[in-house]
């Protein structure tokens, strides 16, 4: 009944992560579209056997051909970031405790509880309206955020996809049978539980180049956290960077590095 209390307790504190290994980098999952008893929530997995794809996709149109044009005009439409995150989550009853066995449970109650939108009754009518769709932001480390003048958070956006395996060795195939394992109360639930989450980023800031700096700031954390703090003073990207110790080094990986002078001096002629 401690880990209940426990867990009761870290949901009210904003913070879902009970017994997991702080060692690990955990991905953070936070729901922006409602809270649990009146508190925000960050949903902390311990993953394991991680993969990790992202994906730009950009979208054309195109007006048909014409003539002294043979393949038709293209129109930009848009530029899609997605991601897919594939993971298990492991806990055993011998190894590491039933709570931290139930613990892997509620998660992934949670996980499928948190794609249906929120909603705000209406009167004594015994209806409802919808309030807020489901979104979201994820954090992994430096890999998945919002990396801004060493800030780290979130990035936000809605998830299109989530599928659980349950027991079986994630998504290798088996039996549940096989692999139940005992949590709170003695109750028989998988000791390992295959995850899969397809996310498309919705940017809270301009994306983009604007006047030679990305995002109209020049930063290059973007959409992984370099560990460098572009200068975005007037003379803009490619000069001396802060990282997060403050001291002032070249910025490695900044327009003026990864381009040659001869094929910066290309393009400016062309």
Same mark, same amino acid.
């Given at each position: 009944?401690?880990?209940?209390?426990?867990?009761?307790?870290?949901?009210?504190?904003?913070?879902?992560?009970?017994?997991?290994?702080?060692?690990?980098?955990?991905?953070?999952?936070?729901?922006?579209?409602?809270?649990?008893?009146?508190?925000?929530?960050?949903?902390?997995?311990?993953?394991?056997?991680?993969?990790?794809?992202?994906?730009?996709?950009?979208?054309?149109?195109e007006q048909g051909a014409f003539y002294g044009r043979a393949e038709?005009?293209?129109?930009?439409?848009?530029?899609?970031?997605?991601?897919?995150?594939?993971?298990?989550?492991?806990?055993?009853?011998?190894?590491?405790?039933?709570?931290?066995v139930s613990n892997n449970a509620i998660v992934v109650n949670l996980?499928?509880?948190?794609?249906?939108?929120?909603?705000?009754?209406?009167?004594?009518?015994?209806?409802?309206?919808l309030k807020t769709p489901p979104f979201f932001r994820i954090q992994?480390?430096?890999?998945?955020?919002?990396?801004?003048? &060493?800030?780290?958070?979130?990035?936000?956006?809605?998830?299109?996809?989530? *599928?659980? %395996?349950?027991? /079986?060795? @994630?998504?290798? $195939?088996?039996?549940?049978?096989?692999?139940?394992?005992?949590?709170?109360?003695?109750?028989?639930?998988?000791?390992?539980?295959?995850?899969?989450?397809?996310?498309?980023?919705?940017?809270?800031?301009?994306?983009?180049?604007?006047?030679?700096?990305?995002?109209?700031? &020049?930063?290059?954390?973007?959409?992984?956290?370099?560990?460098?703090?572009? *200068?975005? %003073?007037?003379? /803009?990207? @490619?000069?001396? $960077?802060?990282?997060?110790?403050?001291?002032?080094?070249?910025?490695?990986?900044?327009?003026?590095?990864?381009?040659?002078?001869?094929?910066?001096?290309?393009?400016?002629?062309?």
């Open positions: 009944m401690d880990f209940l209390k426990n867990i009761a307790a870290a949901v009210n504190s904003g913070l879902v992560e009970g017994p997991v290994d702080l060692e690990v980098e955990l991905i953070e999952i936070e729901p922006l579209h409602t809270t649990i008893n009146g508190n925000s929530i960050i949903i902390q997995i311990e993953p394991a056997n991680l993969s990790i794809q992202q994906s730009i996709n950009i979208t054309m149109g038709g005009m293209p129109i930009y439409q848009q530029t899609r970031r997605s991601f897919s995150l594939s993971f298990d989550m492991i806990k055993s009853q011998v190894l590491n405790g039933s709570d931290a996980l499928q509880q948190l794609q249906y939108p929120a909603y705000t009754p209406v009167g004594n009518q015994n209806t409802s309206v992994y480390g430096d890999i998945i955020g919002d990396f801004f003048k &060493g800030q780290k958070r979130g990035v936000p956006g809605y998830m299109t996809g989530l *599928d659980v %395996s349950l027991g /079986g060795g @994630g998504w290798g $195939g088996g039996s549940i049978g096989d692999n139940l394992t005992l949590g709170i109360g003695d109750v028989k639930i998988p000791i390992q539980y295959g995850i899969r989450i397809g996310f498309n980023v919705v940017h809270d800031h301009v994306v983009g180049w604007y006047d030679g700096k990305f995002a109209g700031d &020049g930063r290059n954390n973007w959409p992984l956290n370099t560990g460098v703090v572009i *200068d975005s %003073s007037q003379n /803009g990207p @490619g000069n001396a $960077g802060i990282p997060a110790s403050g001291e002032t080094i070249a910025v490695p990986g900044a327009p003026a590095t990864v381009c040659s002078q001869k094929t910066q001096n290309e393009l400016m002629e062309k």
